[in-house]
C-alpha cells in the first residue's frame, strides 16, 4: 500500500462526483469516526496521504480500486456484509444514471436509499399505492413487511419495524428536520394494507403529520385523471441543502423504486424532468386542508 492511490491503475478514471462514490465516501467517513481514527491516522494506516482520503470520503477520488476499500473496511472493523456492499459501490462506472440491479455487485440486503435519505434536508414525493416510509405507522409497516418477507420471525420482522421507523427522525428530530413535499395518490388511501384498523390508524397519522411546519403533503383525487398524460410511477427527488455561497452541497437526486432494482438519476435534464412532474400533479392535487379532511374522513370510513 506504499503508493498513493493518485498515482494507481486499475480503478475509475476521472475525478467527477457521482452517486455510488459519494455514498461510498459518506459511509467510509461515518465508519471512520465510529473507530475513532482522524483522516491523517487512518490515512498513514493505509500508507496515503491524507488529502486521498479524503478525497475519497468526499466521492472525488481519482481512482477506487476494491482492494483498498476492503482494507480500510479492515481498519474500521466494517462486518464482512458491509464491506461487500462498500466494494459493489467502489465498482460502479462513473456515470449520472444508475441501475442498481439487487444482487448485483452490491447484496440485496445492502440499502443504499436509505443512507441516501439520511442525509436529505428536503424530499419531494409522489406515491401511487403505498405511503412512503417516511410516513408509515409501527403496524402499517409491519403488514408491509409481513408480507415482503413471509420467512422472518418475529424478531427479525421487529427489527424491520424498528429500522422503519427509525428513519422518520429525519423529519422529527427537533434541529433541522427535512422537508417533505408528498403527493399521494387517492388509491393509498383506498388500499386495505393490514386491515381496516390499521388504515384508520395510518390515515389519521398522515393527517396528524401533515400539520407538522416542514410537511406538506398533498392527495391526488381520482377525479384529477391522468395529469401527466402517462404515468411516472413512484419517485422522490432528494436534496442536500447548499453551502454558504447558496450552492448546492450535492447534486439532487432522483430515485425511482423498481422490483428488481432501483433507478437513480442526477442528470440535470433528468432531474428537471421529475421536477415538472411533481409540479404538475402538485397543481392538480387537493390543498393541504382538503388534504387533511379527506383523510380525516376516509379514516372514519373504515371504522364505522
Not at 413487511?145 to 420471525?153: A, I, M
Not at 402517462?230 to 447548499?242: A, C, H, K, Y
Not at 425511482?256 to 415538472?276: I, K, M, Q, S
Request: charged fraction near 25%.
Amino acid at each position: 500500500m506504499a503508493a498513493d492511490a493518485s498515482n494507481r491503475t486499475g480503478g475509475q478514471a476521472g475525478a467527477s462526483s457521482t452517486l455510488p462514490r459519494r455514498q461510498l465516501g459518506r459511509y467510509l467517513r461515518d465508519w471512520r469516526t465510529k473507530a475513532g481514527l482522524t483522516i491523517a491516522e487512518a490515512a498513514r494506516l493505509m500508507e496515503w496521504g491524507a488529502s486521498t482520503l479524503q478525497r475519497l470520503e468526499k466521492g472525488q477520488a481519482d481512482r477506487i480500486r476494491t482492494i483498498d476499500i476492503h482494507e480500510l473496511c479492515r481498519i474500521y472493523g466494517i462486518p464482512d456484509d458491509l464491506a461487500e456492499g462498500f466494494a459493489g459501490l467502489a465498482q460502479q462506472a462513473a456515470v449520472k444514471s444508475w441501475w442498481h440491479a439487487y444482487g448485483d455487485l452490491i447484496p440485496e440486503n445492502f440499502d443504499i436509499y436509505v443512507g441516501l435519505e439520511a442525509s436529505a434536508q428536503r424530499l419531494r414525493a409522489y406515491q401511487s399505492e403505498l405511503v412512503p416510509g417516511l410516513l408509515q405507522t409501527a403496524e402499517y409497516a409491519r403488514a408491509l413487511n409481513h408480507l415482503g418477507f413471509p420467512q422472518d420471525s418475529a424478531d427479525e420482522l421487529d427489527r424491520r419495524v424498528a429500522l422503519r421507523l427509525q428513519r422518520q427522525t429525519l423529519i422529527t428530530r427537533k434541529h433541522l428536520p427535512a422537508e417533505i413535499d408528498v403527493i399521494l395518490h387517492e388509491s393509498v388511501l383506498r388500499t386495505i394494507v393490514g386491515d381496516a384498523m390499521v388504515m384508520a390508524a395510518q390515515l389519521r397519522h398522515l393527517a396528524d403529520g401533515s400539520t407538522r411546519s416542514n410537511v406538506a403533503l398533498r392527495i391526488l383525487p381520482f377525479t384529477a385523471g391522468v395529469p401527466l398524460g402517462v404515468s411516472t410511477g413512484p419517485f422522490t427527488v432528494l436534496e442536500f441543502g447548499t453551502d454558504g455561497k447558496g450552492q448546492p452541497v450535492e447534486p439532487p437526486v432522483v430515485y425511482a423504486e423498481g422490483f428488481t432494482g432501483d433507478l437513480y438519476l442526477e442528470r440535470r435534464a433528468d432531474v428537471r424532468r421529475y421536477d415538472r412532474a411533481h409540479e404538475c400533479l402538485q397543481r392538480q392535487a387537493l390543498d393541504i386542508q382538503p388534504t387533511r379532511d379527506l383523510l380525516q374522513r376516509v379514516a372514519k370510513e373504515y371504522v364505522a
